[in-house]
T-cell receptor, first 114, second 113 residues
């Protein structure tokens, strides 16, 4: 059974700091990995999707890497801002087509202090 | 990306009652997914809903408790039946998958008294 772990559960950093959020998964037979952001009282916003054949994806100040063989992904946030405060979840897709099931971690709640 | 609207956004219900959650997408999609997010827990897939066929339920979820309808390619409903306090959660629908990102609605926050 695929398990996704995100440690620590919470993180507080000062504004301007570069930071790395970690995600690990137990079964390397994934189709892709996705990072999401969840703001309080809101749904999930897709940030980055990395296919299993890719090593990294970038969007603005965000960079996500994937090491499938070791079961790890990182989300790098450059020059953090208070607006980055949210819960960040990673999820892996373990099937394709008719059953594209996402398995989620519990998320990391990030607080960026002004 | 698809725009997903969920109704209601939140509700407070009495135990033993049922609530139907609606999910509307602004484009036609083959698969729609229903997730549950219990307090302090990760999201868990309840079922996958394909238009024109029975929903596929994940282990631990049954049709009698969570009946799903999928009448067309832009709409789905999830009913939470005979609710108990343990059903207090956020329920989210999503679309996408495969080699495309999954996109989520804002969720329905459900509290059972």
């Amino acid at each position: 059974k695929q398990e996704v772990t995100q440690i620590p559960a919470a993180l507080s950093v000062p504004e301007g700091e570069n930071l790395v959020l970690n995600c690990s998964f137990t079964d390397s037979a994934i189709y892709n990995l996705q990072w999401f952001r969840q703001d309080p009282g809101k749904g999930l916003t897709s940030l980055l999707l990395i296919q299993s054949s890719q090593r990294e994806q970038t969007s603005g100040r965000l960079n996500a890497s994937l090491d499938k063989s070791s079961g790890r992904s990182t989300l790098y946030i450059a020059a953090s801002q208070p607006g980055d405060s949210a819960t960040y979840l990673c999820a892996v897709t373990i099937n394709t087509g008719a059953n594209s099931k996402l398995t989620f971690g519990k998320g990391i709640t990030l607080s960026v202090r002004p | 990306s698809a725009v997903i609207s969920q109704k209601p956004s939140r509700d407070i219900c009495q135990r033993g009652t049922s609530l139907t959650i609606q999910c509307q997408v602004d484009s036609q999609v083959t698969m729609m997914f229903w997730y549950r997010q219990q307090p302090g827990q990760s999201l868990t897939l309840i079922a996958t809903a394909n238009q024109g066929s029975e929903a596929t339920y994940e282990s631990g979820f049954v049709i009698d408790k969570f009946p799903i309808s999928r009448p067309n390619l832009t709409f789905s409903t999830l009913t939470v039946s005979n609710m108990s306090p343990e059903d207090s959660s956020i329920y989210l629908c999503s679309v996408g998958g495969g080699n495309q990102p999954q996109h989520f609605g804002d969720g329905t926050r459900l509290s059972i008294l």
